[in-house]
């Protein structure tokens, strides 16, 4: 190894170039920072090259194969509808590629230096890079650590085959699987089920003990509801003995609710396991940085540590481990490393599931409004009564509103069903801006379109919904009942 002699000063240093760790840096750029971005691996992260874009890639290409009933009824293709897995993995490619390139660009255009290598802290104010036979010394002002996490198998698992794959090696699959056991209930878990049914294979879904889908309790059994439609096994309250794995495929056994041992044999088994913040090889616990008792660094709201130099952001931080929180954080930190004012508040992240349909939570669901105490009211219109979900052929989900009576100000707005996912950034601005049932009411909202169910959703809170049959009045005292303990 060739050790440089000069510790070399920088301004700004970031480690990690995920989606949290670019964005910072091109952010700092941006507010006039100098920046140097170190990376051993790709630019993008797991999250572009290997998580979120991958499997995004996939779930997309099933959203379109369960249209081909639908596509069908409007003259577009026949009754032999041929799925070419090959050309899916060959576009997937391309689309990282050029993801990454974007990228990469991008940073080159906002005059950001990359460093390839390895980065490790030998002191609080430097760091070393390893590159191979070369090895770097970086003296710093400021330095962001966004290193992520890594997926690792759930603690009862202790043997891992070429058949258990966790999230990134399922999305990487270089075949179709026959039988897919999912083991899990978050959206990844959701994701894997959903997409690959929709692809012709099998799918059974584990659930373990009192898990549940992440999601208002609603859009939990209208998920349960489409699996069984389209014959997605689901075995609840499980709990797990263990795996056998043999070349030509694995079987789980467990013991069911009713304390009977019963076993799956698949072709492969998804687990969604747990990710671990990747800390450890960057040496910083010999600098005394307050961490958590789960081990993630602890950060204030400008996202610094307890060394004053050192901000840390996404996985490495508390929280949800997702995309949006670090590329949220990364911005709020070169902002108070420029000496503006900054604030994070995750407080309306939203829960999204790439399903088919998507579903996405955000803000309380009714459950908790009520453990809240608050005066809840809820109305929930189905997309089958929209017009665009029905000339479109998507008209399975629903929009969902929970309201609370005395002050009329929306508390949480849930939907599963086309178009949930792009509508899921107004739902969360509503929510962030208190907003009240009559803001919601008073708009134009385009027509046809699915944004109607959304406005029918808000005016069904008072009975008032176009396309929703009157409620009887037995019923409706149910309906529009306000919970007052």
Do not use: W
Not at 55 to 81: C, F, N, P
Not at 119 to 134: L, M, R
Not at 170 to 176: D, P, Q
């Amino acid at each position: 190894m060739v050790v440089g002699e000069i510790s070399q000063e920088r301004n700004l240093m970031i480690i990690g170039g995920g989606p949290g760790g670019y964005s910072a840096a091109i952010r700092g750029a941006q507010l006039g920072l100098s920046v140097t971005l170190v990376e051993q691996a790709d630019i993008g992260g797991v999250c572009l090259n290997e998580g979120c874009i991958p499997s995004k890639i996939i779930t997309h290409a099933a959203s379109k194969r369960s249209e081909s009933a639908h596509l069908q009824e409007l003259g577009i293709g026949g009754s032999d509808y041929p799925f070419d897995f090959q050309k899916l993995l060959a576009y997937k490619g391309r689309v990282i590629n050029q993801l990454r390139s974007g990228v990469e660009h991008l940073c080159k255009e906002n005059k950001i230096e990359i460093i390839r290598g390895k980065a490790t802290f030998i002191a609080a104010d430097k760091i070393g890079v390893e590159n191979g036979h070369q090895f770097d010394i970086y003296e710093f002002q400021q330095v962001i650590i966004a290193t992520g996490s890594t997926a690792v198998m759930s603690s009862d698992m202790k043997e891992k085959g070429e058949r258990t794959l966790l999230p990134h090696e399922l999305f990487a699959l270089e075949e179709v699987p026959e039988h897919l056991i999912v083991r899990g209930s978050d959206y990844i878990a959701l994701e894997a089920a959903s997409s690959y049914a929709a692809l012709g294979v099998k799918v059974s879904v584990v659930i373990d003990n009192k898990a549940s889908f992440p999601f208002d309790e609603s859009i939990n059994k209208e998920l349960g509801r489409l699996f069984k439609k389209r014959k997605i096994k689901v075995y609840k309250e499980l709990q797990f003995i263990s795996t056998n794995e043999t070349k030509d495929g694995i079987t789980m056994t467990f013991l069911t609710d009713k304390n009977v041992e019963e076993t799956i044999c698949g072709s492969h088994l998804f687990v969604s396991g747990t990710r671990i913040p990747n800390l450890e090889p960057l040496g910083i616990s010999r600098f005394g940085i307050d961490r958590t008792v789960g081990g993630f660094i602890k950060v204030d709201g400008n996202m610094q540590t307890s060394l004053p130099a050192i901000y840390a952001i996404g996985d490495v931080t508390e929280g949800p481990m997702l995309a949006i929180k670090a590329i949220k954080q990364g911005k709020a930190a070169v902002a108070s490393i420029a000496g503006q004012q900054t604030e994070v508040d995750l407080t309306f992240m939203p829960v999204v599931a790439q399903t088919i349909p998507p579903a996405v939570s955000v803000g309380l669901t009714e459950q908790s409004a009520r453990e809240f105490g608050l005066a809840v009211r809820t109305s929930q219109f189905a997309l089958g009564s929209n017009g665009y979900a029905t000339l479109s052929g998507k008209k399975d989900g629903f929009i969902k509103v929970i309201s609370d009576a005395t002050t009329e100000i929306i508390q949480g707005i849930h939907m599963i069903g086309e178009g949930a996912i792009e509508l899921s950034g107004s739902f969360v601005q509503l929510l962030e801006m208190a907003a009240r049932e009559e803001d919601l009411k008073f708009p134009l909202y385009a027509h046809p379109g699915i944004i109607e169910g959304f406005l029918e959703a808000v005016e069904g809170l008072v009975g008032q919904a176009i396309h929703a049959a009157p409620v009887k009045r037995d019923v409706a005292v149910n309906h529009f009942q306000i919970n007052t303990k």
